[in-house]
Each structure stands twice: as C-alpha cells, then as structure tokens.
C-alpha cells in the first residue's frame, strides 16, 4: 500500500477532487482505493484527482478533516463536499452518497 498523500490526477482537466482516508496497509483499505478508483473510472470522463492518506503516518491530517472512522473519502470538488465512510463496495449507493453522475452508457443509433 502507498501510504503518501500526493495527488494523482488521471486527467489534467479534472472536474472532481477526492480524498480517500485509510488506516494503514489493510484488505479494507485497498479495497476502498480499489473501488473509488473504478468507480471514479466509470463515471467521471472528464477525469479526478486522487489523494490518499494514511491516518497512521499522517494522524494530524486525520484530526485536521475530523476524520474519525476509516476509510473514508471526501468529495473536496465540486461543491458541496460530501463524506462516504465504507470500502464503497455498493458503488451504486456510493455514487449516489457522493453526488456522482449516471455511468456513462454507450448511445445507440436509432433504427428505422
């Protein structure tokens, strides 16, 4: 597990922000990184930028963001913010608790 907080962006122009809060090098952990970074993957096209945090390296960021369970993610961007406590293996919930769009579906050509 990478326990250093510096950002990774997949897309220079990213639309949206998240800080992902994790305790350590744990099956629990890895799993919430693993799944924001799928499901960021399959709902933001126009690319995220990700920072992870290790609250047992860094614990004055972690009382700094009143963070007092893990993991948890922070929507920094766009407004408003909003926290997600859980490895966000129910994507479907974890979309919807964190304000994210519908997954983009391949369009269709009518027929006719």
Do not use: W, Y
């Not at 629990?28 to 690319?47: H, K, M, P, Q, T």
């Not at 994507?91 to 769009?101: D, E, F, N, S």
């Amino acid at each position: 597990m990478r326990g250093d907080n510096e950002p990774r962006v997949c897309d220079r122009q990213a639309t949206h922000s998240f800080t992902l809060f994790v305790a350590g090098a744990s099956e629990r952990s890895d799993a919430a990184r693993v799944n924001l970074r799928a499901l960021c993957e399959s709902r933001l096209a126009d690319g995220f930028e990700l920072t992870v945090i290790d609250v047992v390296q860094r614990p004055e960021l972690a009382e700094e963001h009143h963070i007092l369970a893990t993991p948890t993610v922070i929507k920094v961007s766009p407004s408003p913010q909003r926290r997600v406590i859980g490895d966000l293996s129910d994507q479907g919930r974890a979309a919807l608790a964190l304000g994210l769009p519908a997954p983009d579906v391949p369009s269709r050509k009518r027929q006719g």
